[in-house]
């Protein structure tokens, strides 16, 4: 069994289920990794990012009946006529606004016609306004410094949707919501590095020396900060939580 809390949730609950053929809908490096190590029949992963796309084929071997393909969801041919045992969307609906901004009601309708028998959906909860503790008002900071250098980079954030919207988004598409849980989130130093290199990558895309200088500031003070946090709190920061939906073809 996988070591990934959430994905080992998903396969407690598949039990004895075939996984049959499988659509990796939003895919990535950690679900197409995950799928390839299952036994399915054969597996389609689709990207919106060719980028994305080119990374994977490097990066995870494949079997000559699996394929990785780039379209995005808005395109009404993309896998049409097709169907699958098993869908998984991981942490799709929050990427939706990155390349189909204003899609996402329409991402499980289109998807709907795909499944035959079972839909996996994992996402973020949206963060609290505000955080009950130190180490928490430091990842809603390092997330605001984040989508920040990501606007000034003319790029688009994520935009994460709560379990209860998707829960009623599901339903409405014709899906049965068989079971959903959230799993707390526990933040330690290789996400806040991780998302500190992301606000660095995007400063590149900048032309205020000024500015550039002064998210770069921002930057260094928030990793200093962070890690003096850690380092008082080895146990890592708690905030927020991930979800996953099982949603069956009604
Ligand atoms: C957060 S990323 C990768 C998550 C992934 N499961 C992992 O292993 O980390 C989301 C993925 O969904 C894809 N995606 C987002 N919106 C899409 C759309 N409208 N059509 C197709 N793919 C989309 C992105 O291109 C990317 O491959």
Not at 37 to 48: F, G, I, P, S, Y
Not at 94 to 117: C, E, I, K, W
Not at 162 to 187: K, N
Request: some cysteine; charged content about 25%; aromatic content about 8%.
């Amino acid at each position: 069994m996988t070591t990934d809390r959430l994905f080992a949730s998903v396969e407690r609950f598949q039990g004895t289920t075939p996984w049959g053929q499988v659509l990796d809908a939003g895919t990535g490096e950690h679900s197409l990794r995950w799928l390839s190590e299952l036994r399915t029949e054969a597996l389609a992963a689709v990207t919106a990012s060719e980028g994305m796309a080119r990374g994977l084929r490097e990066k995870v071997s494949l079997r000559p009946q699996d394929r990785l393909l780039v379209g995005n969801w808005t395109d009404p041919t993309l896998l049409a006529q097709e169907s699958f045992d098993t869908v998984l969307a991981d942490y799709l609906l929050g990427a939706v606004d990155g390349f189909a901004p204003y899609f996402q009601d329409q991402l499980f309708p289109r998807l709907r016609p795909l499944v035959r028998h079972r839909l996996y959906a994992i996402g973020l909860a949206p963060y609290p306004d505000a955080a009950e503790d130190e180490g928490g008002a430091l990842i809603l900071e390092l997330a605001r410094l984040r989508d920040a250098c990501i606007l000034l980079a003319k790029h688009r954030c994520y935009r994460e949707y709560p379990l209860d919207w998707t829960c009623r988004h599901l339903e409405r598409a014709g899906f049965v919501v068989e079971d959903a849980w959230s799993t707390p989130i526990v933040y330690r130093e290789r996400f806040i590095q991780g998302q500190l290199r992301v606000c660095e990558a995007k400063l590149g895309y900048l032309n205020d020396k000024a500015l550039i200088a002064a998210l770069r500031g921002q930057i260094e003070s928030l990793r200093s900060r962070a890690m003096d946090h850690l380092r008082r709190h080895p146990e890592g920061v708690r905030l927020g939580a991930d979800w996953v939906v099982v949603a069956r073809a009604a």
